[in-house]
């Protein structure tokens, strides 16, 4: 087989023909293509064919190196006029997106080994600048963003992540079936919500029956405005971890009166109290035993958490709000004021909280979503800007469609 053939092939080319391939000087293998004869072009505003007008000066595209030489294509792109619009516009180019120099396999082939190895080493390994690996995936995450069918996500989990060290965040919306991102924006305040809204929630509003969030005010304003008809689910796990802080602060605060008495029977304890019991080690479950028999006001603590976790083996809210109720009663009589003001919070949520027993999500997928987040962030050393990072999220957590293209890699 000829190699104008494999190239006509691997290209897609049906108004195009190839001229002649040769090498140049340097070693680069160049591809020369021109226009059938009386061919009529899409245009690459209304995609309808239309007549050639004139053409303009040559452009070059970097292809898919082969046999570890470059490939450039060489071509004068045509100028026609739109038969649906009326515009003097430039054909739509086959193997080109917009006015990159990169053609469309190129850009396919560097977004998918950007998808698995950092931009770094992507770079390095196709011998282009860091730059060019990024308009890769940057055009690779427009396409995928513009040609995704978000459908009817019924539950979705909104949670921040942090970017950089400043308490800088971003906040994700990720799809809690597919397991996908669906928005990311910097902040976590009410605009970002807002700007949620405006790009992404309006198409999710009238097929979306719950949210899963964490008790941060600005999240549930906004998400009650926006949605109204969809559920709050509070997530179970930082409610959980809101708990672990208030017994861990009765810890510390009793750790401080038993030193002035120069007794350091809590020392090296934090642990005890926090695991889950099945989760012991037998020298860690021998120390606790013995704690239990002192007492001593975290052991009260320790029982009101083992306790707040029969809440969630109940099936029906109605059951789970008398036994919150009667829960809510032991803390606030407990004379332990960390876990007084964890009650007085979750009553204040209790609604959110007992929507749990009516559609059972949590972010529990959020929160592993956001740890390949971290990865993505790690294995870069960091990004320097936000729009830089949240290109990386939407490449490797979107479950983008890639484009569409006769060129196919092993």
Partial sequence: MLLKTIARKTLGLKNHKIDKIKETENGTIQIDISCKKRRRLP????????????????????HVSLWGRKVVM?????????????????EDIPWSMGKSNLTTPLIAYISIMAELLPWKQVADLFHIHW???????????????????IGKVLYFGVDEISRKKGHIYLT????LKEKRLLWSGE?????TMNRFYEEVGRELKLSVTAICCDMWQPYIDTITEHFPDALIVFDKFHIISHLNKAVDEVRREEARELKKNKSEVLK?????????????TDKQRVKL?????????????YLLKESFHYLWYYRYAGWAKKYLKQWFWWATHSRLEPLRDFAWMVRRHEGG???????????????????????????????????TYKLALYHCLGKLPRPEMAFKFL
Avoid at 131 to 139: I, P
Avoid at 268 to 280: S, V
Avoid at 358 to 376: M, Q, R, T, W, Y
């Fill in 289 to 301: 035993s013995e704690l239990e028999k002192m007492n001593l006001k975290i052991n009260r603590a």
């Fill in 268 to 280: 090296g304890t934090r642990y005890l109290w926090l695991k889950n019991p099945w989760n012991l």
């Fill in 187 to 191: 902040g976590r305040g009410i605009d």
């Fill in 43 to 62: 245009s690459s505003c209304c995609k309808k064919s239309s007549h050639m007008v004139d053409a303009l000066n040559p452009r070059r595209w970097n």
């Fill in 353 to 387: 909280i007992l929507n749990y027993f009516k559609i059972p999500i949590s972010n529990g997928i959020v929160e592993g979503l956001n740890n390949k987040a971290k990865v993505v962030s790690h294995r870069a050393y960091g990004y320097r800007t936000a729009e």
């Fill in 172 to 175: 994700n919306v990720y799809d």
């Fill in 131 to 149: 730059n060019t690996v990024r308009n890769a995936v940057k055009q690779a995450v427009a396409y995928g963003l513009k040609h995704r069918e």
């Fill in 74 to 90: 060489v071509y004068k792109p045509a100028r026609v006029r739109c038969s649906t619009c009326g515009k003097l516009v430039v």
